[in-house]
């Protein structure tokens, strides 16, 4: 029991040294993230791949982090359970107190990832509602354009031509080239909003 005792302290020791380098590489690592999240120079669609992104690496962080300390947890454990020194069971609890710290750590981060994932999500629906208002809005400029551009033309057939079924054959023909340029300026508009819709979340669905 004791040599059992002795390998789990010395994988204890291996495990705090570990955490305390994990602590600065995710942290590194996460704040990177939280830049390219943050700037709102980027699009949306970025600042959407860097928050999950983050999630991931504080996902891995802390089961690595937790792994380690339920190792140092344990062999404070095994030691305190083989000696029954005050010493010992003192080194006991604090290791328990590190593992939950280490749990509310996380658990923090991932609420403020949580929080951004939230906003950020509004924000993408707030861009697609603009976009499909400035989609909206020179739709019906265009229309009401055409609708003039008719009105003129059907004014001048009426004033002009005075044959009845030539009359009626260029009303027709101006109202059908009215709905086939509509129809051009919906498939135009369309094609827009799809362009604009990728530049602004890069493909994201």
Do not use: P
Request: proline share 0%; hydrophobic share 40%; glycine share 4%.
């Amino acid at each position: 029991q004791a040599k059992a005792v002795v390998i789990l302290n010395k994988e204890a020791k291996e495990s705090e040294a570990i955490n305390q380098g994990l602590i600065e590489q995710y942290d590194i690592q996460a704040e990177q993230q939280r830049q390219i999240r943050d700037d709102e120079r980027n699009g949306i669609a970025a600042r959407i791949e860097a928050n999950n992104k983050l999630k991931g690496i504080l996902e891995e962080q802390s089961e690595k982090m937790t792994e380690n300390a339920q190792k140092i947890r344990d062999a404070a454990k095994a030691q305190y359970e083989l000696s029954g020194l005050d010493e010992d069971k003192l080194a006991y609890i604090q290791a328990e107190n590190e593992l939950m710290a280490i749990n509310a750590r996380i658990t923090g981060m991932m609420a403020e990832q949580k929080s951004n994932d939230l906003s950020l999500d509004k924000e993408r629906i707030e861009i697609g509602n603009e976009l499909a208002m400035i989609g909206a809005n020179e739709f019906i400029r265009q229309r009401m354009e055409n609708d003039a551009k008719l009105e003129e033309q059907m004014r001048f057939i009426s004033q002009e031509v005075t044959n009845e079924d030539e009359r009626n054959a260029l009303i027709s023909k101006a109202r059908l080239e009215h709905k086939i340029a509509m129809i051009d300026v919906a498939e135009q508009e369309k094609q827009e909003m799809i362009g604009k819709a990728q530049e602004f979340f890069g493909g994201l669905q």
